[in-house]
């Protein structure tokens, strides 16, 4: 019979050894999804043999593997040799939810440097993101194509989709305005999953561009109108639902009543918004949405906000919240209806 480990039995020291050097498991989950260790790992296979086709050096290799074991997405079942978890499966290119875009997002130099200064934060309340940059996340993006490439990439690998699908009923409505819906993965989803739907995808011109592609692959492209814009400006319309997905979470509060104000001048009295994003909650089973919380604040100036705190801002707006569908650790789906 074996026995667990005696957790209250570690001294305080070398528990907080440990947290404080936890950054270097995912650096290293991410090093290995870099150079394509994930889609290597069909069967187990030992160190050597992942070095060789990946064009890495095996002892080189080595202590990433061990790390990525301590991570719990690789297992080491013999000396040396390694193979994926069920965990490590999501790392895979080709997973249906594969998280390998946002690894290789995180962990990038622009959120290194970003951390490196995240006492200015704590000092001053204002993103740290700038600091090293001279420049807004944002005003970043749009500078740096390749950056905003893998960042619309890892949004869309891990947009929430199957939660509004499974919870919300468009079957009452006739067109959907996909307020900054990126390069349109979300809308994309929701129109084909309900035929009698029309849409329109709002964004900045550089973004848009790149939605055209979604949509003729979704086989939707004759039911959208791509629409190149920004949300603080004007807002399409009429529509039935006005979806915000990942949006009202990025901005603080005097942004997101501005943007909230703009999509609320232009809706019906009968019109809805939905809005997408991780609400923290008691339900909430890991720590991942107190992190992200810490992270979205770090680099933006935004919070992750609760049922109430939308039903503060949406107040503000002549707007109230009449439903929410909750999904823990994950992005739950608010609705709300003029007032």
């Known amino acids: 019979m074996t026995t667990s480990k005696n ?19 995912s650096q290293a989950v991410s090093v290995l999804c870099e150079l394509n260790v994930p889609d290597a790992l069909t069967t187990p296979r030992t160190h050597t043999d992942i070095a060789e086709e990946v064009g890495a050096d095996a002892e080189g290799m080595l202590p990433f593997l061990r790390a990525a074991c301590a991570a719990g997405v690789l297992a080491e079942p013999a000396p040396r040799t390694f193979e994926l978890t069920e965990v490590g499966q999501v790392l895979k290119s080709d997973h ?6 946002m690894c290789a997002l995180t962990c990038r130099e622009e959120f290194n440097r970003t951390w490196a200064n995240a006492i200015h934060t704590a ?12 420049k807004g996340f944002f005003e970043y993006m749009a500078s740096n194509r390749e950056f905003a490439t893998l960042f619309d990439k890892a949004m869309t690998s891990s947009a929430a989709v199957d939660n509004l699908l499974s919870s919300y009923d468009f079957s009452k409505a006739r067109h959907v305005v996909d307020v900054g819906g990126g390069r349109g993965a979300m809308l994309a989803s929701v129109l084909k999953s309900n035929p009698h739907l029309t849409g329109t995808l709002l964004d900045l011109p550089h973004v848009v561009a790149n939605a055209e592609r979604t949509m003729a692959e979704a086989g939707v492209a004759d039911r959208v109108t791509l629409v190149p814009g920004s949300f603080f400006d004007e807002i399409p319309a009429p529509g039935d639902v006005y979806l915000l997905s990942r949006v009202i979470g990025n901005w603080n509060d005097a942004d997101s009543l501005r943007i909230l104000k703009s999509v ?19 339900n909430d089973r890991t720590h991942y949405p107190r992190q992200l919380d810490l992270y979205m604040f770090a680099l933006l100036g935004a919070r992750l906000r609760s049922y109430d705190e939308y039903q503060e801002l949406f107040t503000q707006v002549d707007l109230t919240a009449t439903d929410q569908w909750n999904f823990p650790d994950s992005e739950s789906v608010l609705q709300a209806r003029p007032v």
């Open 7 to 25: 957790v209250e039995s570690v001294p305080a020291a070398l528990r907080v050894r440990e947290l404080m050097t936890t950054g270097l498991l």
């Open 264 to 282: 609320r001048s232009v809706m019906k009295p009968e019109s809805r918004m939905v809005i997408v994003g991780q609400t923290p909650s008691e």
């Open 96 to 101: 249906p939810t594969s998280m390998r875009n």
């Open 123 to 134: 000092r001053t309340g204002e993103p740290c993101f700038s600091v090293p940059y001279g």
